[in-house]
């Protein structure tokens, strides 16, 4: 029974030595990216009130959230999600502010579900969100933001697809679907699943030219076939959806970043407080999105804050996996030295200790068990990749 408290929960994982040093070295480049579009950081609880990432609010359902209690009795969650707790934030110490602002993050984010099946339930995140700013130019400076943080983790291939939440529940609506129905759809089209959207459809006597925009809404396309959906539509709602991702487009071609743009006008998110254009970022190595964002208009106002806003974030565990898998973040050894040391050396290694330490060297100094002989600290170091050890005093 004791040897089981070595192993950790399903779910979660020690994180030490080259593979934790490249996830910093990582980090340290997105903060870079978000540094240099003057975002600042902020850091919200790890655990917040359970209502900050209720229903309501359009977060992760409950039952996947990690919740306890207080000695008061009030029912806490760990964070799923940073945006709500961000979001929280924002109209605590920004309600009055009338220009937008630009905060970034880091740090984990827990979810307790059981149908992850291999995924962490507590993962690293770091992300950015533009409050207080509703247009197409707030958009465009999220995904170049994106796309610059990507290039300076040393990716060159991989594509951010862009969405537009109106643009379906435009069509939903025009074609008069009940909110049962466009749930089950949204399952379908969310998955990729055309052939299952397009049965519902069907078995729901849906008119055929709702169908083929419903059930295909999810093909990945150009700007061009973008423009050409747009014609094929005549609500408003999707209409303006679509005129808002050409905008968007247009702007992100003046940053000189729209090769890495695509299109997907059937994605949509779990999180239900998104409202206008949406997106991920996808590159082989991994199965799913390394980065996702959209904006959400309506969420600061849960919290007393009527403001619109638009934000991203990168999901750091899947980026060095993606990473590692094209061998763009080697795991290397760190470069550390040894001086290990007798009574009789004891007076030079430290001098030396502090000499190399004075110049920025990273170097350990280990006091010599004659139990273990001098072979012991030699295969030591070649298990750790020590590169360099250094041996003071009378050690055979």
């Not at 978000?34 to 850091?43: A, L």
């Not at 309600?95 to 993050?105: D, F, G, I, S």
């Not at 993962?123 to 990507?150: N, R």
């Not at 709602?237 to 991702?245: F, H, N, P, T």
């Amino acid at each position: 029974m004791e040897r089981l408290l070595i192993h950790t929960p399903e779910g979660v994982k020690d994180t030490y030595g080259a593979e934790l040093s490249n996830k910093k070295k990582l980090g340290s480049r997105i903060q870079d990216a978000m540094t240099s579009f003057g975002y600042r950081e902020i850091r919200t609880p790890s655990f917040e009130f359970f209502d900050v990432f209720s229903r309501e609010v359009g977060t992760t359902p409950s039952k996947d959230l990690f919740k306890f209690f207080d000695k008061e009795g009030n029912t806490l969650a760990l964070r799923p999600d940073f945006t709500p707790s961000v979001a929280r934030c924002a109209a605590k110490y920004f309600l009055e502010e009338p220009v937008p602002v630009r905060l970034c993050y880091e740090g984990n984010a827990f979810v307790n579900a059981s149908e992850l099946q291999g995924k962490l339930k507590e993962t690293t995140q770091m992300g950015a969100e533009l409050l207080g700013d509703a247009s197409a130019d707030a958009d465009a400076e999220m995904l170049c933001l994106v796309i610059e943080a990507l290039k300076k983790t040393g990716l060159e291939r991989f594509t951010v697809s862009v969405g537009q939440i109106d643009f379906f529940k435009g069509i939903c609506e025009e074609a008069g679907l009940e909110e049962e129905l466009v749930g089950e759809l949204r399952e379908h089209i969310s998955v990729k699943n055309y052939f299952g959207a397009e049965e519902l459809l069907r078995q729901a006597g849906v008119a055929e030219h709702y169908l083929k925009l419903l059930s295909h809404a999810g093909d990945v396309c150009t700007i061009e076939e973008l423009k050409e959906a747009g014609k094929q539509v005549s609500n408003e709602r999707s209409a303006k959806a679509i005129e808002r991702l050409v905008r968007v487009h247009e702007l992100v071609d003046a940053y000189g970043l729209a090769d890495y743009l695509s299109y997907d006008l059937g994605m949509l998110s779990k999180f239900h407080y998104y409202t206008g254009v949406i997106f991920k970022a996808f590159t082989y190595g991994v199965g799913d999105a390394i980065v996702k964002g959209g904006r959400y208009d309506r969420l600061l106002a849960r919290f007393g804050k009527d403001a619109p806003a638009v934000g991203c974030v990168f999901l750091l565990d899947d980026m060095q996996a993606a990473l590692s898998a094209q061998g763009v973040l080697k795991e290397e050894a760190e470069e550390v030295s040894w001086i290990v040391y007798d009574e009789e050396g004891r007076k030079e290694a430290l001098e030396e200790l502090h000499r190399l330490r004075e110049q920025g060297h990273r170097v350990s100094g280990i006091l010599y068990d004659e139990r273990l002989g001098r072979a012991a600290y030699t295969a030591a170091a070649e298990r750790d990749q020590i590169k360099n050890v250094r041996f003071y005093g009378n050690i055979g």
